[in-house]
């Protein structure tokens, strides 16, 4: 049987969940330990153990909450040498991405980053990675041991399994060497009604919409679903609207019920982030438009008149 | 300040995209500067507006990948590295990043600066081996930047906001593209970055070995692919009808 362990992000003192997606895949595969750093990780033990970590390794020590990457890195590279697990998984969210990558570097064995996929059998770890902005799947072999795997989040749904736990507190001395990014304010600037990631429904735009001001009229058929806005990369860079908007490969993954991709051309970087929607419906005036073809349902139109429309439209059968 | 952009060839992102028989990317077609890389560079720029230095372009690719250094130098940059041996083909992210790290540790730089992630590759794993071979602190997903004295201050973007994160330099930071528009290059740069040298060394010179890499590619294949839905033009009405069928259908009205 594989070890394999998943390394469990605590942001902000909450337990960050696709750690528990990540768990819920390998128990397939073997026994999962679960390793969670920062205050808050002793209470993200019940969730770690109901979704399958036979045993959890965690620290409350308050540097992992204060500082970046470094103090992580020191005690996830001695614990590997020390114990030699075949596999460490982590989310590919920004704070685990950088924690893997200087792992990696540490440890001299590289490893396999943005996978959707895995299995782990006698003949090794295999990860499915989205190729050429998911239009293509690779399967990479790890090639060294241990395999350290990033994994993109909603790869998986979490389902809990129950089961005991061993609790294991890990006595942590951090390295004053190792203090250096430091964490000395947070802000949060989305005031979002529906957290984006969680929303059954996602009203995304795109460069289509001609200009920042015409974002209100996704906001407004958002509000009319109980949804969330979104956006794609190129609006995002263009400061039309916030970053924490952003869906795709360097956004978010979304798997709503219902995805309305309104003027958005539907490039590879943005669809990665939001394929795994339950049903895509796209508007766009270029019939030729990529997003028409991954649509379930395309309207080749103009997105600035249609939108409201079916706000309207949604109002107008609840009387409102 | 001596500031070192590390900076990346792709496929171009406006031009026709292939694979390789290989399962490489193409990179014999059209090729581009990573546009990420040139808000890297447009921030290494500033800092040597506000702070006075130097800005270091360092690349690792194939002989042609002086067109991407070329282009930052047009954009202000002084000189430029070229990390091109054969040794150095289809290199993993590890050994990009051990690459680039030999070259740039001998610049002794205050800051050396990347993009969050390539166009093509995206993995987004060489700024963190970066600063770790390197030694460095990490300012991560940084959408502004700010030097004073010898610290530096950044926000970094995170889901729904952003942390200020401080570190004494030298560092390492990788920026979005919220550090604002980066500047065309203008006529008169272009004539500049003509004269400008780029020095090309080569693996041997950075002892530099190929190393195992950390995956073994066992096949490619098309994604599965989303059966072809409902294609219909709007009339000026019936589209939005047409939508709100569906969003019954779908019970979210």
């Not at chain 1, 529906?194 to 429904?201: G, P, R, S, T, Y």
């Not at chain 1, 309207?299 to 079916?310: E, F, K, T, W, Y």
């Not at chain 2, 401080?166 to 500047?183: F, I, Q």
Request: net charge negative.
């Amino acid at each position: 049987m594989a070890k394999i362990w998943v390394y469990a992000e605590i942001k902000d003192g909450v337990l960050e969940g696709t750690a528990l997606e990540l768990l819920t895949c390998a128990r397939k595969f073997g026994g999962v330990e679960a390793i969670a750093l920062g205050p808050g990780s002793r209470a993200s033990v019940p969730a770690l153990s109901a979704h399958g970590a036979s045993r959890v390794l965690f620290s409350e020590e308050a540097v992992f909450a204060d500082y970046l990457a470094e103090p992580h890195t020191d005690v996830m590279a001695a614990l590997v040498l020390e114990r030699s697990p075949d596999l460490v998984l982590f989310g590919f969210t920004s704070d685990s991405r950088d924690v893997a990558g200087r792992l990696a570097a540490r440890l001299g064995c590289g490893l396999i980053s943005n996978g959707i996929g895995l299995e782990v059998d006698a003949s090794g770890v295999r990860v499915q990675v989205p190729y050429f902005g998911g239009a293509k799947v690779a399967t990479y072999r790890a090639n060294q041991q241990p395999a350290l795997v990033l994994i993109r989040p909603r790869s998986f749904a979490a389902s809990e399994s129950g089961g005991a736990v061993d609790l294991e507190e890990l006595a942590v001395e951090p390295s004053p060497a190792s203090l250096r990014a430091r964490i000395v304010d947070r802000k949060i600037e989305a005031s979002e009604r529906v957290k984006l990631e969680d929303a059954k429904v996602v009203v995304a735009g795109g460069r289509g919409l001609g200009g920042a001001e015409n974002f209100s009229l996704l906001e407004d058929l958002a509000e009319a679903l109980g949804g969330a806005v979104g956006a794609s990369r190129a609006v995002v860079d263009a400061g039309w609207v916030p970053y924490s908007t952003q869906v795709g490969q360097t956004g978010k993954t979304v798997t709503p019920e219902v995805y309305i991709a309104a003027g958005i051309s539907g490039a590879m970087q943005h669809t990665v982030g939001m394929k795994g929607s339950k049903f895509v419906i796209a508007i766009n005036r270029d019939k030729d438009a990529p997003i028409l073809k991954i649509a379930d349902l395309g309207i080749v139109g103009d997105a600035l008149r249609i939108v409201p429309q079916v706000t309207q439209g949604i109002r107008d059968q609840r009387g409102t | 300040m001596k500031i070192v952009v590390a900076i990346k060839q792709v496929p171009d992102p406006n031009g026709p995209q292939g694979l390789e028989a290989d399962n490489r990317l193409t990179r014999s077609r059209e090729v581009a500067l990573d546009p990420g890389d040139e808000y890297g560079i447009e921030v290494a720029l500033r800092l040597k507006e506000s702070q006075g230095g130097e800005v270091v372009l360092v690349s690792m690719g194939p002989e042609r990948a002086r067109d991407a250094l070329r282009k930052g130098l047009s954009m202000g940059a002084d000189k430029g590295i070229l990390i091109s041996d054969t040794v150095l083909e289809g290199a993993d992210a590890l050994l990009t990043a051990r690459a680039l790290a030999a070259a740039i540790a001998p610049l002794a730089a205050d800051l050396v600066v990347c993009g969050t992630e390539s166009y093509d590759g995206s993995t987004g794993m060489v700024p963190p081996m970066l600063a770790e071979i390197l030694g460095l602190p990490q300012l991560s997903a940084a959408g502004q930047v700010e030097v004073s004295g010898d610290s530096i201050t950044v926000h970094r973007q995170t889901g729904d906001g952003h942390q200020v994160v401080e570190a004494a330099l030298p560092a390492l930071v990788s920026v979005t593209a919220a550090v604002g528009e980066p500047r065309y290059a203008s006529l008169k740069g272009i004539m500049a970055a003509r004269s400008k040298e780029i020095s090309v060394v080569t693996g041997a010179a950075l002892n530099l070995d190929a190393g195992r890499r950390a995956e073994v590619v066992e096949g490619v294949e098309d994604a599965e692919a989303r059966p072809p839905g409902e294609t219909l033009e709007d009339d000026g009405s019936n589209g939005a009808e047409r939508i709100l069928t569906a969003l019954r259908a779908c019970k979210v009205i």
